[in-house]
């Protein structure tokens, strides 16, 4: 594993350390006091609190070392004005010095499961590397990047960005060779005003790249077909679409997994996958263009694809006391909220959709959630909302021809819990879908407890 002395790092980011500390090395970073590893760098950040505070906490954990803005006892530190920002050019620099080659992943939805099947493509031809969960910010990219080991010959880094010029920073940090845009959705259109403004916003990933590089676009989404001028950069187009250069068809979404046919130039060949839904297939579609793109065999992307399971929390599928649930609470935007019913209404039982708000849609909020209200009145037997949109979702199944009964609006958690028990039964499809700080997981949590009470014991 590559080690970064204190002495380098202070020089990548005009930072002070004292001399008794300078040859001493760091592996990786974290900001978390309660979770650093031993022989990894404390970031401080502030916020609530002054992250200064947690540094002996951090220290008697095993951290090697201390990034901070002010000097705290007698501990080994690089002194700056901004960790956020030092944080960055330490890890731009370790980028550069492992001399890897990086692809970048973005989009509206499915980023994470996008490069979750990057890197099953990759593996096996390469050593690879990737962000974790959603390391995907100003914070979490530059850490995944200082834990990469010494011998990755690529890495697989999540971009993530809410508002402008955070995507031209993570790109400078990352400088990815390969850059995936899965679509142009509606999230975080609250900050970036138009889907136009989020499309602004995600090509800034071009922005670290090199000259010739190669960006991948996803041909199907009517957002990224008119860029096929890119200074400096070679595009091609993934998708179903006629003129994508990997082209996907023969989509079949059968009970025992997603199947469909990929072609490219003359050669062609099938993947086969033990996901349900439709909207997999352009996540897995931008994985197979990587692939080609980095020369990986055909058999091997298809091994890769084959072997793929979906991180936990993202449609994760459970069964227990008879029932079928369906896990999906990492974050939802309308997007992911369509295709999230779409599968459950091709579930054979009956069917109940528990949804939060989905957030960061700014005026569109109303719009959007009695949209998605309209959608599951077509495909669900009950839908019970949650949150401040929860009225809107609720008007959108009543208008879209669901009974009053069967529909229900809640802001207490607590009382959406005790319905869902109320109504549920063997044999019923579970759906809970939300954003993230929304907390559906809870209600499954507390859905699986009372079946456990109920039941006198765990499921078998």
């Known amino acids: 594993m590559g080690k970064i002395t204190l002495r380098e790092a202070a020089q990548w980011c005009g930072g002070r350390v004292e001399e008794k500390y300078a040859d001493r090395t760091f592996f990786g970073a974290s900001n978390d006091s309660r979770k650093i590893q031993p022989g990894e760098l404390f970031v401080v950040l502030k916020g609530e609190r002054d992250g200064h505070d947690y540094i002996p906490a951090a220290m008697e954990r095993g ?28 890890a731009r620099q370790e980028r550069l010095r492992l001399n890897m080659k990086v692809v970048a992943v973005t989009g509206s939805v499915g980023k994470s499961t996008t490069k979750e099947m990057i890197a099953c493509v990759l593996d096996g031809t390469y050593r690879v590397g990737k962000t974790p969960a959603n390391h995907n910010n100003d914070i979490g990219m530059p850490m995944a990047l200082l834990a990469m ?52 916003a995600k090509m800034e990933i071009v922005e670290g790249m090199p000259e ?12 990224l077909r008119d860029l096929d001028q ?35 130039g003359d050669e062609s060949f099938s993947v086969i996958m033990n996901l349900e839904g439709r909207h997999f297939v352009s996540d897995a579609m931008a994985a197979v263009a990587v692939g080609l793109e ?12 084959r072997s793929f399971r979906n991180l936990a929390g993202r449609q994760e599928t459970l069964r227990a006391y008879g ?72 008007g959108g199944c009543i208008t879209g021809g669901m009974p009053d009964s069967r529909a229900q609006a809640f802001k207490d958690q607590q009382a959406l819990s005790c319905e869902l ?12 879908k939300g ?26």
């Open 63 to 90: 951290a090697a070392a201390v990034l901070g803005s002010r000097q705290v006892g007698d501990y080994p530190m690089i002194l700056v004005e901004d960790t956020r920002k030092a944080l960055g050019d330490i």
């Open 149 to 200: 080991p010494e011998d990755t010959e690529v890495a697989v880094l999540e971009m993530g960005m809410n508002h402008f010029r955070e995507m031209a920073y993570l790109s400078s940090i990352g400088k990815p060779d390969i850059a995936v845009i899965v679509n142009i959705g509606t999230a975080h259109i609250e900050y970036l005003g138009s889907q136009t403004g989020i499309r602004q």
């Open 212 to 223: 010739n590089g190669t960006l991948l676009l996803n041909g199907d989404d009517r957002m």
């Open 230 to 264: 890119i200074p400096g950069q070679r595009i091609v187009y993934f998708g179903a679409d006629e003129g994508c250069a990997v082209r996907c068809r023969e989509i079949v979404n059968a009970v025992d997994g997603l199947r469909f046919r990929v072609t490219h």
């Open 294 to 305: 980095m020369g990986v065999p055909e058999e091997r992307i298809r091994q890769g694809l």
């Open 323 to 394: 029932y079928t649930l369906i896990k999906d609470c990492y974050n939802a935007g309308p997007e992911s909220m369509e295709a999230a019913l779409k599968v459950l209404g091709e579930k054979q039982g009956r069917k109940i959709a528990v949804l939060g708000d989905m957030l960061e849609l700014g005026d569109r909020a109303a719009a959007e959630h009695y949209r998605i209200g309209r959608i599951a009145a077509e495909r669900v037997d009950f839908v019970l909302a949650y949150g401040d949109c929860a009225d809107r979702v609720i």
């Open 421 to 432: 028990q109320r109504i549920a039964r063997p044999g019923d499809v579970i759906l809970f």
């Open 435 to 460: 954003s993230h700080s929304m907390h559906m997981e809870r209600v499954l949590d507390a859905f699986m407890k009372y079946e456990k009470d109920l039941n006198g014991g765990d499921p078998v």
